[in-house]
């Protein structure tokens, strides 16, 4: 594992590591792909910023179908750690049409399910022809609307985490693992 020892030292535990997000990211690829091979229409993959960019280009370059990318962003997070509850759309997708789209929406992790929920509903609304999701990590503990996700990689505990794209203040999306963030560092600052 590459260390960048500033970063690291604010980690308390690694959670996933470099190789089994390697493996996960192999095994949704291949579920992605039987399933999606049975389907008319093409695949676009919606990869909600910021937090799933880098699950998003492993992701892409392991799926063997043919894909189409698309963006956006939506906030949840006020300050700190936890959520302020109402999803916001600060980013949205300019397509004139969706009905010949199979969107798999890109997700780094599930934690209350509002915004997934939120954006499955709404690109029901904008007309797509079949919307699932996939997230890298699972939060079902945190769970506060009913959500199931299609494609999961790893079901995790009640815990904040940050690296491969996942963000505190920020901080700390460049770390290649998974890790649980120690809590001095964002109690500290509140
Ligand atoms: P939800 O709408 O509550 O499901 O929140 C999903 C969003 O909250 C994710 O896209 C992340 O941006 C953020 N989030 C939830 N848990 C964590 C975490 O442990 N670390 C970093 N961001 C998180
Ligand atoms: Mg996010």
């Not at 043919?66 to 999803?87: A, L």
Request: charged residues 30%; glycine residues 6%.
């Amino acid at each position: 594992m590459r260390s960048r020892s500033v970063l690291d030292n604010d980690v308390k535990e690694v959670l996933v590591s470099e190789e089994e997000i390697d493996e996960i990211v192999t095994r949704i690829a291949a579920e992605i792909d039987r399933d999606y091979s049975k389907m008319e229409g093409k695949l676009l993959l919606l990869c909600i910023l910021k937090g799933s960019v880098v699950f998003m280009g492993d992701l892409m370059k392991k799926i063997s179908l043919p894909v189409e990318i698309d963006f956006m962003k939506v906030s949840s997070y006020g300050h700190g750690t936890v959520s302020n509850g109402k999803p916001t759309i600060v980013l949205d997708l300019h397509r004139p049409d969706l009905s010949d789209c199979n969107v798999l929406i890109v997700e780094d992790v599930v934690d209350s399910g509002r915004t997934l929920k939120y954006l499955t509903e709404y690109l029901t609304i904008k007309g797509a022809r079949s919307i699932r999701t996939v997230t890298m990590l699972d939060k079902p503990s945190r769970r506060a609307v009913e959500f199931t996700t299609d494609y999961c990689g790893r079901v995790i505990p009640d815990e904040f985490v940050v690296g491969y794209g996942l963000d505190y203040a920020e901080k700390y999306r460049e770390l290649s693992y998974i890790g649980i963030l120690r809590p001095e560092v964002y109690t500290h600052k509140k």
